[in-house]
Each structure stands twice: as C-alpha cells, then as structure tokens.
C-alpha cells in the first residue's frame, strides 16, 4: 500500500490550493478515505472523509472552503481548498479508513497560509 501526497505550497490567505493523493497497491474504490492535518504545535485534526458513496464529512473549520472528492479510475483522492487562512497551515495527509481507521498514512504535503 502507497499513498503520495502532493500539492501543497505557499499561498496568501485567501488564496487555493489543491492536494491530490496517488494511490497504489489496493483497491482504492473499496475504501473510505480521510484527510488529516497537523498544524504546528498542534494534534491531529480529521479534516474531511469520503466514502464508498461518495458522501462526505467536513470539521467545522473547513465547512463551505474545502471540498474533498476522489477519482477511483486515477486511484486519486483530491482536497480542493479554497478562502485559505493562516490558521489552515499544516502538515496534510491522505489515509485510508479500514473498519473505522486510519491504517496507512502517506508522507504528507505541506500547507503554509501567509503574507
């Protein structure tokens, strides 16, 4: 199992990024997947969860800014993250969800919101 972040960067706040996450060695169609993030100082945050359907869930924090989605022909999950602010700043990371949790992370992407 492989999962690779990437798209992460600088960007001003109030600025978008958008994070994809190449996966490999399973079936990624059959699996819900989650972001999660780790701002400095910081524990872990659940930031957004696809599952099978296609249905999501957003931490507050993101809710109407960030739009999760996945291409299960490409084996690709997406974070589309938009009206960015400082406190956004992280280390982000895709995992896959197996009966209820995270089993592999990736390296993670990381996100810097600032002037």
């Known amino acids: 199992v492989q999962l690779v972040e990437s798209g992460g960067g600088l960007v001003q706040p109030g600025g978008s990024l958008r994070l994809s996450c190449a996966a490999s060695?399973?079936?990624?169609?059959?699996?819900?997947m989650y972001w999660v993030r780790q701002g400095p100082g910081k524990g872990l945050e659940w930031v957004s969860r696809?599952?099978?359907?296609?249905?999501?869930y957003y931490v507050d924090s993101v809710k109407g800014r960030f739009t999760i989605s996945r291409d299960n022909a490409k084996n690709t999950l997406y974070l589309q993250m938009d009206s960015l602010k400082p406190e956004d700043t992280a280390l982000y990371y895709c995992?896959?969800?197996?009966?209820?949790?995270?089993?592999?992370w990736g390296q993670g992407t990381q996100v810097t919101v600032s002037s």
């Open positions: 696809i599952n099978l359907d296609g249905s999501t």
């Open positions: 995992t896959r969800v197996n009966y209820g949790l995270p089993d592999y």
């Open positions: 060695g399973f079936a990624f169609s059959s699996y819900w």
